[in-house]
Protein backbone atom coordinates (compact mmCIF):
# COMPACT_ATOMS: atom_id res chain seq x y z
CA UNK A 1 0.00 0.00 0.00
CA UNK A 2 1.23 3.73 -1.41
CA UNK A 3 2.72 5.46 2.03
CA UNK A 4 0.17 8.39 3.20
CA UNK A 5 1.72 11.70 4.51
CA UNK A 6 0.95 13.65 7.71
CA UNK A 7 -0.78 17.13 6.82
CA UNK A 8 1.99 19.76 6.84
CA UNK A 9 1.27 21.25 10.93
CA UNK A 10 1.00 17.73 11.78
CA UNK A 11 4.36 17.45 10.67
CA UNK A 12 6.28 20.43 12.39
CA UNK A 13 4.01 18.93 15.61
CA UNK A 14 5.66 15.70 15.34
CA UNK A 15 9.40 17.21 14.89
CA UNK A 16 8.93 18.88 17.78
CA UNK A 17 7.21 15.96 19.86
CA UNK A 18 10.32 14.15 18.93
CA UNK A 19 13.19 16.88 20.12
CA UNK A 20 11.53 19.05 22.66
CA UNK A 21 7.97 18.78 23.96
CA UNK A 22 8.85 16.37 26.71
CA UNK A 23 12.07 16.43 29.08
CA UNK A 24 12.05 13.12 29.85
CA UNK A 25 11.74 10.07 27.14
CA UNK A 26 10.54 7.74 29.63
CA UNK A 27 6.70 9.52 29.67
CA UNK A 28 6.49 7.91 26.47
CA UNK A 29 5.45 4.39 27.99
CA UNK A 30 2.87 6.79 29.84
CA UNK A 31 1.38 7.80 27.01
CA UNK A 32 1.10 4.42 25.59
CA UNK A 33 -0.92 3.13 28.59
CA UNK A 34 -2.93 5.67 28.90
CA UNK A 35 -4.19 5.27 25.31
CA UNK A 36 -4.78 1.84 26.40
CA UNK A 37 -6.82 2.54 29.02
CA UNK A 38 -8.66 5.14 27.55
CA UNK A 39 -9.48 2.10 24.65
CA UNK A 40 -10.91 -0.27 27.25
CA UNK A 41 -12.96 2.69 28.98
CA UNK A 42 -14.79 3.09 25.82
CA UNK A 43 -15.58 -0.36 25.37
CA UNK A 44 -16.64 -0.18 29.24
CA UNK A 45 -18.99 2.87 28.02
CA UNK A 46 -20.15 0.69 25.14
CA UNK A 47 -21.48 -2.08 27.28
CA UNK A 48 -23.18 0.09 29.40
CA UNK A 49 -25.85 0.66 26.53
CA UNK A 50 -25.27 -2.15 24.83
CA UNK A 51 -27.41 -5.15 25.56
CA UNK A 52 -25.23 -7.33 23.41
CA UNK A 53 -22.26 -6.67 25.38
CA UNK A 54 -20.62 -8.09 28.51
CA UNK A 55 -18.10 -5.90 30.54
CA UNK A 56 -16.25 -8.41 32.88
CA UNK A 57 -12.96 -6.31 34.40
CA UNK A 58 -11.10 -9.58 34.44
CA UNK A 59 -11.02 -9.55 31.14
CA UNK A 60 -9.54 -6.15 30.60
CA UNK A 61 -5.88 -5.79 30.97
CA UNK A 62 -2.65 -4.08 29.27
CA UNK A 63 0.54 -6.38 28.58
CA UNK A 64 3.69 -4.29 28.22
CA UNK A 65 6.46 -6.66 27.05
CA UNK A 66 10.34 -6.42 25.73
CA UNK A 67 12.05 -8.63 23.28
CA UNK A 68 15.97 -7.37 23.18
CA UNK A 69 16.57 -9.31 20.79
CA UNK A 70 14.05 -8.10 17.94
CA UNK A 71 14.95 -4.62 20.01
CA UNK A 72 11.03 -4.46 20.51
CA UNK A 73 8.28 -3.32 23.06
CA UNK A 74 5.11 -3.77 22.37
CA UNK A 75 2.01 -2.74 24.17
CA UNK A 76 -1.11 -4.32 24.07
CA UNK A 77 -4.85 -3.57 25.15
CA UNK A 78 -8.22 -5.32 24.59
CA UNK A 79 -9.92 -2.08 24.36
CA UNK A 80 -12.41 -0.99 22.01
CA UNK A 81 -9.67 -1.16 18.77
CA UNK A 82 -9.93 1.06 15.67
CA UNK A 83 -11.23 0.63 11.97
CA UNK A 84 -9.43 2.16 9.09
CA UNK A 85 -10.93 5.26 9.12
CA UNK A 86 -10.30 5.61 13.15
CA UNK A 87 -6.59 4.81 12.14
CA UNK A 88 -6.71 8.07 9.57
CA UNK A 89 -8.61 10.40 11.43
CA UNK A 90 -6.66 9.80 15.03
CA UNK A 91 -2.96 8.50 13.75
CA UNK A 92 -2.60 10.63 10.40
CA UNK A 93 -3.58 13.84 12.02
CA UNK A 94 -1.60 14.61 15.16
CA UNK A 95 -3.26 16.11 18.13
CA UNK A 96 -6.80 14.94 17.35
CA UNK A 97 -8.42 12.78 19.42
CA UNK A 98 -10.88 10.18 18.86
CA UNK A 99 -11.60 10.97 22.59
CA UNK A 100 -12.93 13.98 22.55
CA UNK A 101 -16.08 13.25 20.44
CA UNK A 102 -16.59 9.90 21.78
CA UNK A 103 -16.79 11.61 25.12
CA UNK A 104 -19.50 14.64 23.66
CA UNK A 105 -21.57 11.85 22.45
CA UNK A 106 -21.66 9.41 24.87
CA UNK A 107 -22.03 12.61 27.52
CA UNK A 108 -19.93 10.62 30.10
CA UNK A 109 -20.68 12.10 33.26
CA UNK A 110 -19.67 9.73 36.14
CA UNK A 111 -15.97 10.54 36.71
CA UNK A 112 -13.98 7.78 34.15
CA UNK A 113 -12.80 10.91 32.10
CA UNK A 114 -11.32 9.81 29.22
CA UNK A 115 -7.69 11.56 28.81
CA UNK A 116 -7.24 11.37 24.91
CA UNK A 117 -6.27 8.08 23.26
CA UNK A 118 -4.05 8.80 20.24
CA UNK A 119 -3.53 12.44 20.71
CA UNK A 120 0.01 14.08 21.18
CA UNK A 121 0.89 11.47 23.40
CA UNK A 122 0.80 8.60 20.93
CA UNK A 123 3.95 10.30 18.83
CA UNK A 124 6.09 10.42 22.33
CA UNK A 125 6.67 7.21 21.05
CA UNK A 126 8.83 8.42 18.13
CA UNK A 127 11.70 10.01 20.72
CA UNK A 128 12.47 6.27 21.05
CA UNK A 129 11.77 4.03 18.42
CA UNK A 130 12.88 4.45 14.91
CA UNK A 131 9.40 2.69 13.85
CA UNK A 132 6.31 2.46 15.25
CA UNK A 133 3.48 -0.24 14.04
CA UNK A 134 -0.16 -0.57 15.25
CA UNK A 135 -2.07 -3.82 14.89
CA UNK A 136 -5.83 -2.82 15.65
CA UNK A 137 -9.32 -4.04 14.93
CA UNK A 138 -12.53 -2.69 16.13
CA UNK A 139 -15.18 -4.05 17.94
CA UNK A 140 -17.81 -5.89 16.03
CA UNK A 141 -15.28 -5.65 12.91
CA UNK A 142 -14.07 -8.37 10.80
CA UNK A 143 -10.92 -6.86 9.93
CA UNK A 144 -7.82 -5.79 11.24
CA UNK A 145 -5.40 -3.44 10.33
CA UNK A 146 -2.14 -2.21 10.28
CA UNK A 147 -0.46 1.27 11.11
CA UNK A 148 3.16 1.36 10.49
CA UNK A 149 5.27 4.86 10.23
CA UNK A 150 8.96 5.26 10.64
CA UNK A 151 8.37 9.18 11.30
CA UNK A 152 8.04 12.24 10.05
CA UNK A 153 8.38 10.57 6.12
CA UNK A 154 4.32 9.55 6.47
CA UNK A 155 2.32 6.68 7.46
CA UNK A 156 1.40 3.52 5.90
CA UNK A 157 -2.20 1.21 6.40
CA UNK A 158 -3.39 -1.80 5.49
CA UNK A 159 -5.55 -5.55 6.35
CA UNK A 160 -4.32 -7.66 8.59
CA UNK A 161 -5.82 -11.14 9.67
CA UNK A 162 -6.10 -10.40 13.73
CA UNK A 163 -8.63 -12.89 15.40
CA UNK A 164 -9.09 -10.42 18.54
CA UNK A 165 -10.34 -6.94 19.50
CA UNK A 166 -7.95 -4.35 20.80
CA UNK A 167 -5.03 -2.83 19.38
CA UNK A 168 -1.15 -3.61 19.83
CA UNK A 169 1.67 -1.17 19.56
CA UNK A 170 5.23 -2.07 18.36
CA UNK A 171 8.11 -0.14 19.08
CA UNK A 172 11.04 -0.77 16.93
CA UNK A 173 13.55 0.96 20.26
CA UNK A 174 16.63 3.29 18.80
CA UNK A 175 20.14 1.96 19.22
CA UNK A 176 22.00 3.59 21.96
CA UNK A 177 24.73 5.90 21.88
CA UNK A 178 27.25 7.24 24.41
CA UNK A 179 24.82 10.46 24.81
CA UNK A 180 21.54 8.26 25.35
CA UNK A 181 20.40 4.92 26.83
CA UNK A 182 17.52 3.46 24.89
CA UNK A 183 18.70 -0.10 25.62
CA UNK A 184 16.84 0.74 29.71
CA UNK A 185 13.48 0.65 27.44
CA UNK A 186 14.23 -3.31 26.98
CA UNK A 187 14.80 -3.90 30.41
CA UNK A 188 11.80 -5.10 31.96
CA UNK A 189 12.79 -3.94 35.98
CA UNK A 190 13.43 -0.74 34.00
CA UNK A 191 9.47 -0.91 32.20
CA UNK A 192 8.52 -1.87 35.97
CA UNK A 193 9.65 0.84 37.33
CA UNK A 194 8.43 3.21 34.85
CA UNK A 195 4.69 1.78 34.81
CA UNK A 196 5.06 1.79 38.88
CA UNK A 197 5.98 5.49 38.30
CA UNK A 198 4.17 7.14 36.50
CA UNK A 199 0.93 3.96 35.67
CA UNK A 200 0.52 2.70 39.06
CA UNK A 201 -3.40 4.07 39.57
CA UNK A 202 -4.09 2.97 35.89
CA UNK A 203 -7.33 1.07 36.92
CA UNK A 204 -6.72 -2.00 34.50
CA UNK A 205 -4.43 -4.15 35.40
CA UNK A 206 -0.94 -4.03 33.84
CA UNK A 207 0.95 -7.43 33.04
CA UNK A 208 4.49 -8.15 32.15
CA UNK A 209 6.46 -11.62 31.99
CA UNK A 210 8.53 -11.42 35.25
CA UNK A 211 11.38 -13.82 35.36
CA UNK A 212 12.58 -15.32 38.74
CA UNK A 213 14.56 -17.86 40.11
CA UNK A 214 12.79 -20.86 41.95
CA UNK A 215 15.09 -23.02 44.53
CA UNK A 216 15.42 -27.01 43.70
CA UNK A 217 16.74 -30.00 45.55
CA UNK A 218 19.49 -30.09 47.00
CA UNK A 219 22.54 -29.75 44.88
CA UNK A 220 20.40 -28.74 41.94
CA UNK A 221 20.73 -25.81 39.92
CA UNK A 222 17.80 -23.18 40.64
CA UNK A 223 15.07 -22.53 37.58
CA UNK A 224 14.41 -19.52 36.24
CA UNK A 225 10.64 -18.94 35.77
CA UNK A 226 8.84 -16.96 33.69
CA UNK A 227 5.45 -15.68 35.31
CA UNK A 228 2.97 -12.91 34.09
CA UNK A 229 1.95 -10.64 36.76
CA UNK A 230 0.34 -7.21 37.28
CA UNK A 231 3.07 -4.72 38.11
CA UNK A 232 0.07 -2.07 39.02
CA UNK A 233 -1.70 -1.20 42.05
CA UNK A 234 -4.94 0.02 40.28
CA UNK A 235 -6.82 1.12 42.73
CA UNK A 236 -5.63 4.84 44.27
CA UNK A 237 -6.34 5.46 48.41
CA UNK A 238 -7.53 8.81 46.88
CA UNK A 239 -10.64 7.07 45.13
CA UNK A 240 -11.32 5.08 47.94
CA UNK A 241 -13.86 6.23 50.50
CA UNK A 242 -12.67 7.93 53.61
CA UNK A 243 -14.43 5.54 55.80
CA UNK A 244 -12.43 2.58 54.85
CA UNK A 245 -9.31 3.98 55.37
CA UNK A 246 -7.38 3.88 59.09
CA UNK A 247 -4.61 6.14 60.32
CA UNK A 248 -2.11 3.31 59.44
CA UNK A 249 -3.54 2.88 55.53
CA UNK A 250 -2.24 6.62 55.22
CA UNK A 251 1.00 6.21 56.98
CA UNK A 252 1.72 3.21 54.93
CA UNK A 253 0.92 4.66 51.53
CA UNK A 254 3.32 7.93 53.17
CA UNK A 255 6.10 5.60 53.76
CA UNK A 256 5.33 4.19 50.22
CA UNK A 257 5.32 7.25 48.48
CA UNK A 258 8.71 8.05 50.21
CA UNK A 259 7.47 11.05 51.23
CA UNK A 260 9.88 10.98 54.51
CA UNK A 261 11.57 8.84 56.61
CA UNK A 262 9.25 9.88 59.22
CA UNK A 263 5.80 8.95 60.55
CA UNK A 264 3.51 12.01 59.45
CA UNK A 265 2.01 14.04 62.30
CA UNK A 266 -1.27 14.74 60.25
CA UNK A 267 -2.86 13.93 57.18
CA UNK A 268 -6.08 15.62 55.00
CA UNK A 269 -7.68 13.60 52.55
CA UNK A 270 -9.38 16.08 50.19
CA UNK A 271 -12.42 15.23 47.50
CA UNK A 272 -14.20 17.87 45.89
CA UNK A 273 -16.88 17.32 42.84
CA UNK A 274 -17.88 20.81 41.66
CA UNK A 275 -17.06 22.99 38.95
CA UNK A 276 -13.40 21.65 39.56
CA UNK A 277 -13.20 17.99 40.65
CA UNK A 278 -10.34 16.97 42.09
CA UNK A 279 -8.97 14.20 45.16
CA UNK A 280 -6.32 15.05 47.08
CA UNK A 281 -4.11 13.23 50.19
CA UNK A 282 -1.93 15.95 52.01
CA UNK A 283 0.53 15.27 54.75
CA UNK A 284 1.91 17.70 57.33
CA UNK A 285 5.06 15.68 58.71
CA UNK A 286 6.59 15.52 61.71
CA UNK A 287 10.23 16.09 61.39
CA UNK A 288 11.86 19.01 59.15
CA UNK A 289 13.65 17.27 55.99
CA UNK A 290 17.28 17.18 56.45
CA UNK A 291 17.42 19.72 53.41
CA UNK A 292 14.76 22.01 53.72
CA UNK A 293 16.81 25.13 53.64
CA UNK A 294 19.11 24.24 51.39
CA UNK A 295 19.01 24.26 47.28
CA UNK A 296 18.13 20.56 46.67
CA UNK A 297 15.06 20.58 48.23
CA UNK A 298 11.95 20.56 46.07
CA UNK A 299 8.82 22.02 47.34
CA UNK A 300 5.57 20.59 45.45
CA UNK A 301 3.40 18.01 45.31
CA UNK A 302 2.85 15.02 42.98
CA UNK A 303 0.11 16.23 40.27
CA UNK A 304 -2.03 13.55 38.57
CA UNK A 305 -4.32 13.68 35.62
CA UNK A 306 -7.30 10.83 36.50
CA UNK A 307 -4.85 8.45 38.09
CA UNK A 308 -1.43 9.57 35.68
CA UNK A 309 1.44 11.07 37.04
CA UNK A 310 1.73 14.33 35.45
CA UNK A 311 4.52 16.04 36.92
CA UNK A 312 6.83 14.51 40.33
CA UNK A 313 6.64 18.26 42.05
CA UNK A 314 4.01 20.42 41.20
CA UNK A 315 5.51 23.71 42.68
CA UNK A 316 2.69 25.85 41.80
CA UNK A 317 -0.14 23.78 44.05
CA UNK A 318 2.16 25.41 47.20
CA UNK A 319 2.73 28.30 48.55
CA UNK A 320 6.10 28.83 49.96
CA UNK A 321 5.30 29.19 53.70
CA UNK A 322 3.10 25.59 53.11
CA UNK A 323 6.04 24.11 51.21
CA UNK A 324 6.80 21.53 53.94
CA UNK A 325 3.43 20.12 53.10
CA UNK A 326 4.02 16.06 51.22
CA UNK A 327 1.58 14.74 48.77
CA UNK A 328 -0.39 14.54 45.69
CA UNK A 329 -3.09 15.87 43.60
CA UNK A 330 -5.36 13.95 40.68
CA UNK A 331 -8.04 15.88 38.78
CA UNK A 332 -9.71 14.45 35.71
CA UNK A 333 -10.39 18.32 34.59
CA UNK A 334 -6.26 18.37 33.68
CA UNK A 335 -5.16 17.35 30.62
CA UNK A 336 -2.64 14.74 30.56
CA UNK A 337 -0.89 16.35 27.56
CA UNK A 338 -0.62 19.37 29.52
CA UNK A 339 3.34 21.49 29.55
CA UNK A 340 5.09 22.64 32.68
CA UNK A 341 4.95 25.91 30.94
CA UNK A 342 1.02 25.48 30.45
CA UNK A 343 0.04 24.47 34.19
CA UNK A 344 1.97 27.47 35.55
CA UNK A 345 -1.39 29.68 33.77
CA UNK A 346 -3.94 26.77 34.11
CA UNK A 347 -7.01 28.11 35.93
CA UNK A 348 -8.18 25.11 37.01
CA UNK A 349 -4.64 24.50 38.89
CA UNK A 350 -4.82 28.05 40.76
CA UNK A 351 -8.53 27.33 41.67
CA UNK A 352 -6.91 23.61 43.14
CA UNK A 353 -4.30 25.45 44.59
CA UNK A 354 -6.34 28.01 46.16
CA UNK A 355 -8.58 25.59 47.81
CA UNK A 356 -5.49 23.42 48.76
CA UNK A 357 -4.03 26.72 51.03
CA UNK A 358 -6.98 27.35 52.39
CA UNK A 359 -8.03 23.67 53.58
CA UNK A 360 -3.81 23.29 54.73
CA UNK A 361 -4.84 26.39 57.09
CA UNK A 362 -7.81 25.38 58.26
CA UNK A 363 -6.41 22.05 59.34
CA UNK A 364 -3.69 23.40 61.26
CA UNK A 365 -6.21 25.87 62.69
CA UNK A 366 -8.03 22.77 64.21
CA UNK A 367 -5.08 21.00 65.44
CA UNK A 368 -4.30 24.49 67.40
CA UNK A 369 -7.37 24.10 69.05
CA UNK A 370 -8.14 20.83 69.41
CA UNK A 371 -4.27 19.51 70.02
CA UNK A 372 -1.96 22.12 71.21
CA UNK A 373 0.53 19.42 71.94
CA UNK A 374 0.47 18.01 68.62
CA UNK A 375 0.48 21.63 66.97
CA UNK A 376 3.68 22.71 68.88
CA UNK A 377 5.16 19.72 68.03
CA UNK A 378 4.66 21.20 64.28
CA UNK A 379 5.26 24.27 65.21
CA UNK A 380 9.13 23.61 67.06
CA UNK A 381 9.21 22.00 62.90
CA UNK A 382 7.85 24.35 61.03
CA UNK A 383 6.98 27.48 62.71
CA UNK A 384 9.86 29.45 61.27
CA UNK A 385 8.58 28.55 57.64
CA UNK A 386 5.44 30.44 58.34
CA UNK A 387 7.03 33.36 60.11
CA UNK A 388 9.09 33.66 56.94
CA UNK A 389 5.59 33.56 54.96
CA UNK A 390 4.64 36.90 57.35
CA UNK A 391 8.12 38.48 56.07
CA UNK A 392 8.05 37.35 52.22
CA UNK A 393 5.73 38.85 49.67
CA UNK A 394 5.89 42.57 51.29
CA UNK A 395 3.25 41.07 54.31
CA UNK A 396 0.49 39.70 51.50
CA UNK A 397 0.07 36.83 53.84
CA UNK A 398 -0.19 37.77 57.20
CA UNK A 399 -3.91 37.53 57.31
CA UNK A 400 -3.88 33.75 56.04
CA UNK A 401 -0.97 33.13 58.89
CA UNK A 402 -0.88 35.43 61.76
CA UNK A 403 -3.48 33.59 63.78
CA UNK A 404 -0.94 30.39 63.75
CA UNK A 405 1.90 31.93 64.97
CA UNK A 406 2.97 31.42 68.31
CA UNK A 407 5.15 32.89 70.97
CA UNK A 408 6.90 32.47 73.99
CA UNK A 409 4.84 34.79 77.08
CA UNK A 410 6.79 36.04 79.82
CA UNK A 411 3.33 36.27 81.94
CA UNK A 412 2.45 32.48 80.60
CA UNK A 413 5.62 30.60 80.86
CA UNK A 414 5.18 28.46 77.33
CA UNK A 415 4.27 29.40 73.53
CA UNK A 416 0.65 31.43 73.38
CA UNK A 417 -1.13 32.59 70.20
CA UNK A 418 -1.68 36.51 69.16
CA UNK A 419 -5.06 36.07 70.01
CA UNK A 420 -4.51 34.79 73.72
CA UNK A 421 -2.11 37.29 74.52
CA UNK A 422 -4.66 40.26 73.40
CA UNK A 423 -7.10 38.56 74.82
CA UNK A 424 -5.11 39.20 78.21
CA UNK A 425 -4.12 42.64 77.90
CA UNK A 426 -5.28 45.10 80.34
CA UNK A 427 -7.28 47.84 78.98
CA UNK A 428 -4.72 50.38 79.43
CA UNK A 429 -1.62 48.55 77.83
CA UNK A 430 -0.82 50.92 74.52
CA UNK A 431 0.73 48.21 73.00
CA UNK A 432 1.82 44.52 72.15
CA UNK A 433 4.98 44.39 74.05
CA UNK A 434 8.28 41.89 72.60
CA UNK A 435 12.05 41.63 73.61
CA UNK A 436 14.65 39.74 71.62
CA UNK A 437 17.31 37.60 71.91
CA UNK A 438 18.89 33.93 71.71
CA UNK A 439 17.04 32.70 74.19
CA UNK A 440 14.08 33.05 76.78
CA UNK A 441 16.51 33.20 79.86
CA UNK A 442 18.71 35.56 77.72
CA UNK A 443 15.80 37.35 77.30
CA UNK A 444 14.11 37.00 80.95
CA UNK A 445 17.57 38.59 82.43
CA UNK A 446 17.84 41.83 79.60
CA UNK A 447 17.36 45.26 81.80
CA UNK A 448 15.14 46.15 79.07
CA UNK A 449 12.26 44.22 80.28
CA UNK A 450 11.92 45.55 84.09
CA UNK A 451 9.60 48.54 83.65
CA UNK A 452 7.80 46.66 81.40
CA UNK A 453 7.12 44.10 83.81
CA UNK A 454 6.84 45.99 86.70
CA UNK A 455 3.66 47.81 84.95
CA UNK A 456 2.51 44.13 84.88
CA UNK A 457 2.36 44.26 80.95
CA UNK A 458 3.13 40.79 78.93
CA UNK A 459 6.40 40.44 76.74
CA UNK A 460 6.39 38.10 73.88
CA UNK A 461 10.14 36.55 73.66
CA UNK A 462 11.56 36.59 70.51
CA UNK A 463 14.25 34.06 69.85
CA UNK A 464 14.37 33.35 65.91
CA UNK A 465 16.23 35.51 63.93
CA UNK A 466 13.20 35.83 61.44
CA UNK A 467 10.59 36.78 64.23
CA UNK A 468 11.79 40.60 64.91
CA UNK A 469 11.19 40.77 60.72
CA UNK A 470 7.79 39.23 60.83
CA UNK A 471 6.57 41.20 63.63
CA UNK A 472 7.44 44.59 61.71
CA UNK A 473 5.82 43.25 58.95
CA UNK A 474 2.77 42.32 60.74
CA UNK A 475 3.05 45.89 62.08
CA UNK A 476 0.01 45.69 63.83
CA UNK A 477 -2.72 42.64 65.30
CA UNK A 478 -6.20 43.64 66.42
CA UNK A 479 -5.35 46.77 65.42
CA UNK A 480 -2.89 46.94 68.78
CA UNK A 481 0.63 48.16 67.33
CA UNK A 482 3.77 45.83 68.21
CA UNK A 483 6.47 47.72 70.40
CA UNK A 484 10.06 46.60 71.72
CA UNK A 485 10.97 46.88 74.81
CA UNK A 486 14.15 48.64 73.57
CA UNK A 487 12.23 51.17 72.04
CA UNK A 488 13.35 54.59 72.51
CA UNK A 489 9.23 55.25 73.37
CA UNK A 490 7.53 52.99 75.51
CA UNK A 491 3.81 54.74 75.62
CA UNK A 492 3.81 54.78 78.82
CA UNK A 493 5.48 56.98 81.50
CA UNK A 494 7.61 55.43 84.04
CA UNK A 495 6.64 55.73 87.86
CA UNK A 496 9.93 58.01 88.53
CA UNK A 497 10.32 60.80 85.97
CA UNK A 498 13.87 62.25 85.74
CA UNK A 499 13.09 65.63 86.81
CA UNK A 500 14.66 69.03 85.13
CA UNK A 501 17.10 69.69 87.63
CA UNK A 502 18.27 65.88 87.45
CA UNK A 503 19.01 66.42 83.06
CA UNK A 504 20.19 69.61 83.50
CA UNK A 505 22.71 68.19 86.65
CA UNK A 506 23.80 65.39 84.62
CA UNK A 507 23.73 67.48 80.90
CA UNK A 508 28.07 68.24 80.55
CA UNK A 509 28.87 64.46 81.64
CA UNK A 510 26.34 62.77 79.76
CA UNK A 511 27.59 65.21 76.57
CA UNK A 512 31.02 64.03 77.54
CA UNK A 513 30.65 60.34 77.30
CA UNK A 514 28.93 60.96 73.86
CA UNK A 515 31.53 62.57 72.45
CA UNK A 516 33.77 59.90 73.44
CA UNK A 517 31.55 57.17 72.48
CA UNK A 518 31.59 59.61 69.20
CA UNK A 519 30.30 57.38 65.71
CA UNK A 520 29.69 54.35 68.22
CA UNK A 521 26.02 55.78 69.72
CA UNK A 522 23.69 58.20 68.39
CA UNK A 523 22.71 59.71 71.75
CA UNK A 524 24.13 59.36 75.56
CA UNK A 525 20.61 59.59 77.76
CA UNK A 526 19.05 59.12 81.25
CA UNK A 527 17.05 56.24 81.06
CA UNK A 528 13.53 55.81 82.02
CA UNK A 529 13.35 52.30 82.44
CA UNK A 530 16.49 51.00 83.91
CA UNK A 531 15.85 50.42 87.50
CA UNK A 532 18.50 47.57 89.45
CA UNK A 533 20.62 48.00 86.07
CA UNK A 534 23.39 50.78 84.96
CA UNK A 535 23.69 50.82 81.57
CA UNK A 536 21.32 49.48 78.61
CA UNK A 537 21.11 50.11 74.87
CA UNK A 538 17.86 51.13 72.89
CA UNK A 539 17.72 52.25 69.51
CA UNK A 540 16.15 54.92 67.32
CA UNK A 541 14.49 54.13 63.94
CA UNK A 542 13.54 51.08 61.84
CA UNK A 543 16.73 48.88 62.33
CA UNK A 544 16.70 47.38 65.57
CA UNK A 545 19.97 45.96 67.40
CA UNK A 546 18.61 42.33 66.88
CA UNK A 547 17.81 43.16 63.50
CA UNK A 548 21.40 44.68 63.48
CA UNK A 549 22.61 41.29 64.06
CA UNK A 550 20.71 38.99 61.78
CA UNK A 551 21.39 41.22 58.86
CA UNK A 552 25.23 41.47 59.04
CA UNK A 553 25.40 37.64 59.84
CA UNK A 554 24.26 37.08 56.20
CA UNK A 555 26.69 37.19 53.37
CA UNK A 556 27.31 39.87 51.14
CA UNK A 557 24.72 41.96 53.02
CA UNK A 558 25.88 46.15 53.60
CA UNK A 559 26.91 46.36 57.12
CA UNK A 560 24.13 47.84 58.62
CA UNK A 561 23.98 49.50 62.13
CA UNK A 562 20.81 50.50 64.33
CA UNK A 563 20.68 53.75 65.69
CA UNK A 564 21.99 52.97 69.11
CA UNK A 565 20.82 55.13 72.05
CA UNK A 566 23.33 54.33 75.63
CA UNK A 567 20.76 54.68 78.11
CA UNK A 568 22.45 55.70 81.87
CA UNK A 569 20.97 54.83 84.78
CA UNK A 570 21.91 58.29 86.82
CA UNK A 571 20.31 56.31 90.38
CA UNK A 572 23.05 53.83 90.19
CA UNK A 573 26.50 53.32 92.25
CA UNK A 574 28.68 53.74 88.93
CA UNK A 575 27.44 56.32 87.73
CA UNK A 576 27.84 57.87 90.96
CA UNK A 577 31.40 57.17 90.70
CA UNK A 578 31.72 58.40 86.94
CA UNK A 579 29.76 61.67 88.09
CA UNK A 580 32.66 62.09 90.76
CA UNK A 581 35.54 61.49 88.67
CA UNK A 582 34.44 63.84 86.49
CA UNK A 583 33.77 66.52 88.78
CA UNK A 584 37.23 66.09 89.87
CA UNK A 585 37.93 66.56 86.33
CA UNK A 586 39.56 62.64 86.60
CA UNK A 587 38.80 62.73 82.79
CA UNK A 588 41.01 59.33 82.20
CA UNK A 589 38.74 57.40 84.59
CA UNK A 590 35.47 59.12 83.58
CA UNK A 591 36.30 58.11 79.91
CA UNK A 592 37.58 54.58 81.37
CA UNK A 593 34.12 53.98 83.08
CA UNK A 594 32.58 55.55 79.79
CA UNK A 595 34.04 52.08 77.89
CA UNK A 596 33.52 49.94 80.24
CA UNK A 597 29.85 50.94 80.50
CA UNK A 598 29.55 50.66 76.74
CA UNK A 599 30.99 47.44 76.43
CA UNK A 600 28.87 45.96 79.39
CA UNK A 601 25.97 46.95 77.05
CA UNK A 602 27.10 45.70 73.54
CA UNK A 603 27.76 42.69 75.73
CA UNK A 604 23.90 42.55 77.44
CA UNK A 605 22.60 43.00 73.56
CA UNK A 606 24.79 39.88 72.31
CA UNK A 607 26.85 42.44 70.57
CA UNK A 608 30.51 42.08 69.69
CA UNK A 609 33.16 43.78 71.19
CA UNK A 610 35.92 45.12 68.91
CA UNK A 611 38.94 44.74 70.90
CA UNK A 612 38.11 41.69 73.80
CA UNK A 613 41.93 43.01 74.86
CA UNK A 614 41.30 46.53 75.84
CA UNK A 615 37.72 45.79 77.26
CA UNK A 616 39.55 43.52 79.66
CA UNK A 617 42.75 45.86 80.18
CA UNK A 618 39.96 48.73 81.05
CA UNK A 619 38.43 46.43 83.72
CA UNK A 620 41.29 45.65 85.48
CA UNK A 621 42.06 49.18 85.48
CA UNK A 622 38.71 50.46 86.36
CA UNK A 623 39.25 47.00 89.82
CA UNK A 624 42.54 48.43 90.49
CA UNK A 625 42.05 51.84 90.80
Same mark, same amino acid.
Given at each position: MPQKQFEAESKRLLEMMINSIYSQREVFLRELISNASDAIDKLYYKALTDDSLTFNTEDYYIKVS??? @??????????????????????? /???????????????? +????????????????? #???????? =?????????????????? /????????????? =????? *???? +????????? %????????????? *??????? &???? +??????? =????? @????????????? !???? &????????? @?????????? %??????????????????????? $???????????????????? %???GLELYSNGVLIMNKSADLLPDYFSFVKGLVDSEDLSLNISREMLQHDRQLKLIAKNINKKIKTELQKMLKNDREKYEKFYD?????????????????????????????????????? #??? !?? $???????????? =??????? &?????????VLDKGYEILYLTDDIDEFAIKMLATYQEKEFKSVSSGDLGFEPEEENTEEEIKENKALLDHMKEVLANKVKDVRISKRLKSHPVCLSNDGDISIEMEKVLNMMPDNPQLKADKILEINVQHDVFKTMQAAYEKEDIQKTDLLTNILYHQALLIEGLSIEDPVEFSNDVWKAIAE
Open positions: ADK @ESRTLTVTDTGIGMTEEELIDNL /GVIARSGSLSFKKENE +IKDGHDIIGQFGVGFYA #AFMVADKV =TVKTKALNSDQGYLWESE /GTEGYRIETIDKS =TTGTE *IALT +IKESTDEDD %YDQFLDVNQLKSI *IVKYSDF &IRYP +IKMDITS =TEPQG @EGEEPVEVIEEKT !VNSM &IPIWKKNKN @ELSDEDYNQF %YTEKHYGFDQPLQHIHISVDGNI $RYDAILYIPENMPYNYYSAE %YEKSFGRQLKYGVYSDFGQNKETLQDLLLFYSSKEKKLVTL #AEY !VE $RMPEDQPYIYYA =TGETNER &IERLPQTEV
